[in-house]
């Protein structure tokens, strides 16, 4: 059963950091890429950012790009979205997604959804 694991979320101030992790199983992991998307209260799901396992290509919504950095490390079925300079706007509940092949910040795109995790950061 292919299962995907948020985690690290939590309350921040503004500009502050937060590290969350993805940890999948039941898969194999070199051969999915996995997605970061939140979701806001009242707004549709959006992409974050994704990482293709098979070459680590890493792709940045434009909101995201220079705060935030997508990691993986297979060895541990883990991928990491380190968040720095947080704001307000940023408030959302995370979810990391799985889809084989190559990765895209298109929501149906991907297969497997983890449970979400809540970020929320405070002016």
């Known amino acids: 059963e292919v299962q995907l694991q948020a985690s690290g979320g939590g309350l921040v101030q503004a500009g502050g950091s937060l590290r969350l992790s993805c940890a999948g199983s039941?898969?194999?992991?070199?051969?999915?890429?996995i997605g970061w998307f939140r979701q806001a209260p009242g707004k549709e799901r959006e992409g974050v950012s994704c990482?293709?396992?098979?070459?680590?290509?890493?792709y940045y919504t434009e909101f995201a790009k220079g705060r935030f950095t997508i990691s993986s490390d297979n060895a541990k079925n883990t991928v990491y979205l380190q968040m720095n300079s947080l704001k307000p706007e940023d408030t959302a509940v995370y979810y990391c997604?799985?889809?084989?092949?190559?990765?895209?910040?298109?929501?149906?795109?991907?297969?497997?959804w983890g449970q979400g995790t809540l970020v929320t950061v405070s002016s």
């Open positions: 997604a799985a889809t084989p092949g190559s990765g895209t910040l298109i929501a149906g795109w991907y297969h497997y």
């Open positions: 039941g898969f194999t992991f070199d051969d999915y890429s």
């Open positions: 990482i293709t396992s098979t070459n680590g290509r890493t």
